[in-house]
C-alpha cells in the first residue's frame, strides 16, 4: 500500500465530544471477574438481567484461550463481553440491562450503537435483536408467569417504556468479526435503564437456520461495547497547542494484488491482533469515499500442516478481516473473501522467514 505524506498546522480553540451514556459500556468493571457463564446477573458492575435467566459473562484476563460451549469470541476491545440466548426452545431468553449515566432528555437525539457476534454453534440466526428503554430499573418474575421467557414490556413495568425495534436489511450471522447495531433514538424523557434482547415470541422471531441442530435450536450472542451519546455535541472551551497533523492519501490501483503489511493473527487461529487495526481501519476509510468500488479478500498459509487444514485457515482469516470491515460499516455486497491455503506461495517455504512471507492475506479494488 503505497501513502504520501501531507504535514499541516492546525489550532484548535474549542473541543468538540460527546459523552457515552452507558455506565460500564464495555462490561469491564466487575465484582468477581474469574467468573465467566452465567455470571452476568450481580457480577458485572451497572449491569443486571431484567428477567430470571442465566445471561453469560465472559472475561478472559489471565486466560490463554477463548473457547468455552457454544464456540469462541474475543473481545471486540478490552478482556470483556456479554453473551445471550436470543432464540431457544420454549421461548427461553437471556438480556442484558444497562444503566444510563442519566436520564436522556425529552426531545434530543441520541445515536445508539452496539456490537454483536453469533456464536459458532449456533443453528439459527435471527434480526431481532432490539432495545427497550425504561423508567425504572426492570426486576425478576415482575409477573411469575414470565421468569424466564421473552420480556413482555406491559408485564414487565408500571412505569413508562419505549420498545424500540431496530431497523435491519439482513440477518446477524457474523461469527468471526463484530457486527455494528445503531440507530438514531429520540428521548422521550423518562429513559434511565435499557435492556437489549429479543422480545418477541418463537412463533413471531424472524431467523434462519444456520446449521442442523445436534440437541436443540439455539441463537446465540456476544455483546460488546455499548454506547448511547447525544447527536448534539458539546462544546468545552480548551486551549490545544499547535501540533502537526499528518493527512494520509492512499494511492491504490484497481486490479492490482496488495499485501497487508500490519494484519496478523494468533497463532494457527483467525483471531486479529490488535495491530491490525490502523491497516484495516485506514482501508475502510479509503472503501468508505469510494462507494462503487468493491474488493476482494485472499487468505494465505505457508506449507506446514495439511492441506485441508492450511485451506481450511486461510479462508477463516480472509473472512476474519472481511468481517471486520463489515462491522465498521462496509455493506456486505462489496466485498468478497478466499482461501487458497499453501497453494500460491510467494517465495519457496524452506526457511522460517520465507515461510513468513508466504503467511499473508491479501486485497485487491475493483470497480462495480
Known amino acids: 500500500m503505497k501513502t504520501t505524506l501531507q504535514p499541516l498546522l492546525l489550532l484548535f480553540s474549542s473541543l468538540l465530544f460527546s459523552q457515552n451514556l452507558v455506565l460500564n459500556p464495555s462490561f469491564e468493571e466487575c465484582l468477581h471477574c474469574e467468573r465467566s457463564m452465567g455470571h452476568f446477573d450481580k457480577n458485572v458492575t451497572d449491569w443486571s438481567t431484567p428477567n430470571n435467566s442465566t445471561t ?74 432490539d432495545i427497550l428503554f425504561t423508567e425504572e430499573k426492570l426486576e425478576k418474575c415482575y409477573y411469575a408467569n414470565h421468569c424466564k421467557k421473552n420480556i413482555r414490556p406491559k408485564k414487565a413495568t408500571d412505569k413508562k417504556f419505549n420498545k424500540v425495534e431496530i431497523h435491519r436489511d439482513r440477518f446477524y450471522q457474523e461469527k468471526l468479526g463484530w457486527r455494528e447495531i445503531t440507530f438514531t433514538y429520540e428521548a422521550q424523557g423518562f429513559e434511565n435503564y435499557f435492556s437489549i434482547g429479543n422480545f418477541n415470541r418463537n412463533w413471531k422471531t424472524n431467523k434462519i437456520q444456520i446449521q442442523p441442530a445436534k440437541e436443540y435450536e439455539f441463537a446465540y450472542y456476544y455483546i460488546d461495547d455499548v454506547s448511547v451519546e447525544s447527536i448534539e455535541k458539546e462544546i468545552v472551551q480548551e486551549e490545544i497547542p499547535a501540533k502537526e497533523i499528518v493527512i494520509v492519501e492512499e494511492t491504490i490501483k484497481e486490479d492490482e494484488i496488495y499485501a497487508f503489511e500490519n494484519v496478523l493473527f494468533e497463532f494457527d487461529k483467525a483471531i486479529l491482533v490488535a495491530t491490525s487495526v490502523k491497516e484495516l481501519d485506514d482501508l475502510y476509510v479509503y472503501l468508505e469515499k469510494r462507494p462503487k468500488i468493491t474488493i476482494e479478500i485472499y487468505g494465505h498459509t505457508d506449507n506446514i500442516g495439511t492441506s485441508r487444514r492450511n485451506k481450511e485457515l486461510s479462508l477463516e482469516r480472509a473472512k476474519a478481516v472481511s468481517n471486520y470491515l463489515i462491522s465498521k460499516g462496509l455493506h456486505d455486497t462489496r466485498i468478497k473473501w478466499f482461501g487458497f491455503g499453501s497453494s500460491k506461495p510467494v517465495v519457496s517455504n524452506d526457511t522460517e522467514a520465507q515461510r513468513k512471507k508466504n503467511r499473508r492475506v491479501e486485497f485487491k479494488l475493483n470497480s462495480q
Open 56 to 129: 453469560d459473562y465472559f472475561n478472559y484476563k489471565g486466560k490463554k484461550s477463548y473457547n468455552h460451549y457454544n464456540g469462541y469470541q474475543k473481545s471486540r476491545t478490552g478482556i470483556a463481553h456479554a453473551g445471550i440466548y436470543v432464540y431457544s426452545e420454549k421461548n427461553y431468553r437471556e438480556y442484558v440491562q444497562g444503566t444510563l449515566a442519566q436520564t436522556l432528555e425529552k426531545g434530543k437525539k441520541y445515536t445508539v450503537t452496539f456490537y454483536v457476534s453469533l456464536a459458532e454453534l449456533s443453528t439459527k440466526a435471527t434480526t431481532d435483536l
